[in-house]
């Protein structure tokens, strides 16, 4: 399956991208996530799908597909935009003519042409004309597709009031019947009202905005002349393709993922991992692009272009988690789905009961028309994705990333959080702090210790690799990871070797104090220990999560004893030592099932485990992110973030309640209120297109807002 990502353009509200989401799912395309407030559409299709059709087909339902990388329409009946494409532009050409249309409203003010109904007709069709060219014709594909959206109800009411002015112009019953500024007014205020929501949502994507900013810049690339001389001139980074060398000199941006060749820098990654603290890098490290040279040069081998480098990576994920809903939006989406035709319904009631009742069929009509302009499905579709945008953002900005948005909501319930030891509350960095060996020289027992842990991932192993590493080592016939145990090789003489835990070397010995022991044909050949530092940090993390009522956890492979010493020192609660992965893997899935458990590890040996428990936060590094059993990933060891975490889940759900509790609220109040004739239909138009800006401003909060 192929991940297709497009921006579409022309989205209102929920129910459009509910449009668009059905579309999709008929066409046989899977895992559609559809995000109207940020245009994004992502789903899984078919290496042979049919891209042109498709698009065809979402254009048909009254939007446009822009593909990002060449910022141009996929469909080849797409125009380009002109003047009036854009919400502001439309008000700002309807603006004078309303304005003239409402002057003579104002107390004290008498033009009296402008009270001549022919007048105000010619003012009002130009304005009706750039309306119904939008609204109208929006509406129109979306009752097509049996789909309704907002913009029938703004069409509705707006041509109510333009056919019923009409009316009493060509009758010769101007006077009972002219509200031509009614009409205009609507489209005007709503045109308004769209401007400042597509500002409101474009400022909840802030942070994300500033990540995308940072993708495109110059680079400084190295080539070779026919004499082999050195030549190097400017390129935009995403002309670089994998292999080229680069330069990169002090307080410029690393322009696309690269490794250094030659030099060392000070590299200052806040972009990507929330630390501004700069880090040392030298040859064979790897540069992020988007990350800063605050000091040095270097040059540099480009290892990742486009959708491969890890700030793509990172942007990629925080959009397909903002695609994602949430549980708590569930409620809002089926309500949603029938709210058009409700307030259709409403509307017509409205009309009918008031006529009724006050025997007069024009104030009937306007409180009508009130109900149509005043009603906002926008606020409920824009509730949640509005604070996850944010909520994700400001993660993102710190160091946190979040696979899917329903993370963000588990947050509120965690009571436990489970800590794998190694690389997680340690900083994984060991060194080696004694050995022993018997029957060879050290050199021997050195090139043993090194040929046996070379090939495993564990830290310990590869800190043991590391220091010892030599030229000469020995060629093993078969070897392979034990899984919780260690290594296990067989040499050229069919001698059984094994570099593992005290559980190999648990019927040789009872000294269970080493941490690596080196086995030969069931005899005890030696024994080395390493020594790993607390993380500076984890004391507070355990700390804070107390103060929450959080209880934790400790499980490790490592030795009761060394677990039950960090334990002591760190005040964790519970110690759970000597697990095997299958092992932790039980024992998350027995914590689960008793409370909501968060786990914390490093995402190498601790995957199953972290995909088990209610939210999986992996302790990776950028180069890392991919890793894909865990919820959230806490950029570069960011174990400090977790509390931050933890906040911003808590946080963006109580700003999604609030947001959804504003969204029933006012439609409850506002609907009810219009229909009474406690509301014009012009104040109403206000009304509605404010009601969004009112969401954004509270989900706009999450980026200042104390979250720990």
Known sequence: MEKVQWKVDGMDCTTCALSIHKYLEKQGMKNVKVNFATGDVIFDATESFAKE?????????????????????????????????????????????????????????????????????????PVYIVGM???????????????????????????????????????????????????????????????????????????????????????????????????????????????????????????????????DVQVNEAIVTGESAPVHKIAKDKLIGGSLISDGTVKAQVTAVGNDTVLSGIINMVKQAQGEKPPVQLLADKISAIFIPVVLGIAVLTLIINWVVLKDFTPSLMRSIAVLVIACPCAMGFATPAAIAVGLGRAAKTGILFRNATSLELFKDIKQVV??????????????????????????????????????????????????????????????????????AEDAEGNTWWAGSFKVAAKLTDDETHNVYIIKNDTLFGWIDVKDEVRPEAKSVIDYLHSKNIQTILLSGDRLAICNQLAGELGIDTVIAEQTPEQKLNTITELSTVAPTAMVGDGINDAPALAKATIGISMNDASQIAVQSAQVVLMNHGL?????????????????????????????????????????????????????????????????????
């Not at 949502?201 to 680079?219: D, G």
């Not at 060996?437 to 050195?446: G, R, T």
């Not at 969204?663 to 104040?683: D, E, K, Q, R």
Request: glycine share 6%.
């Open 419 to 488: 800590f794998d030891k190694t690389g997680t509350l340690t900083t994984g960095k060991f060194e080696i702090s004694n050995f022993k060996f018997e029957m060879v020289e050290e050199p021997e027992f050195k090139k043993i210790a090194y040929s046996l842990e070379k090939y495993s991932n564990h830290p310990i192993a590869k800190s043991i690799a590391i220091s010892w590493k030599s030229k000469e080592e020995i060629q093993w016939k078969k070897i392979e990871e034990v899984k919780g145990f260690g290594m296990k």
């Open 53 to 125: 059709k498709i698009s065809t087909g979402i254009e048909g339902l009254g939007y446009s597909v822009v593909n990002d990388k060449e910022k141009t329409l996929l469909t080849q009946n797409s125009q380009l935009k002109t003047f009036l494409s854009t919400h502001l532009q439309r008000f700002w050409f309807c603006l004078p003519l309303t304005a003239l249309l409402m002057l003579h409203m104002i107390p004290g003010v008498h033009i009296h042409w402008l009270m001549n109904h022919w007048v105000q007709l010619v003012l009002t069709i």
């Open 640 to 708: 400090k973030n977790l509390p931050t975490a933890l906040g911003l889940g808590k946080h963006t759900y109580i700003t999604i309640k609030q947001n959804l509790f504003w969204a029933f609220a006012y439609n409850i109040v506002a609907i009810p209120v219009a229909a009474l004739g406690f509301l014009t239909p012009t104040f109403g138009a206000l009304v509605m297109g404010l009601s969004d800006v009112v969401l954004a401003i509270n989900s706009g909060r999450l980026f200042i807002k104390k979250v720990t």
């Open 133 to 263: 060219s939008f609204f109208g014709k929006s509406a129109w594909k979306s009752i097509r597709n049996g789909m309704p959206n907002m913009n029938v109800l703004i069409a509705i009411g707006a041509t109510a009031a333009f056919i019923y002015s009409l009316y009493g112009s060509l009758t010769g019953q101007a006077e009972q019947y002219m509200f031509y500024e009614t009409s205009a007014t609507i489209i005007t205020l709503v045109f308004l009202g769209n401007y400042l929501e597509e500002a409101s949502i474009a400022s909840t994507q802030r942070e994300l905005n500033k990540l995308a900013k940072s993708q495109k810049v110059m680079a400084n690339m190295i080539a070779f002349d026919d004499e082999h001389k050195e030549q190097i001139f400017p390129v935009e980074n995403t002309s670089l393709r994998v292999g080229d060398l680069i330069l990169i000199k002090s307080g410029e941006q690393v322009p696309i993922d690269c490794k250094i060749l030659w030099g």
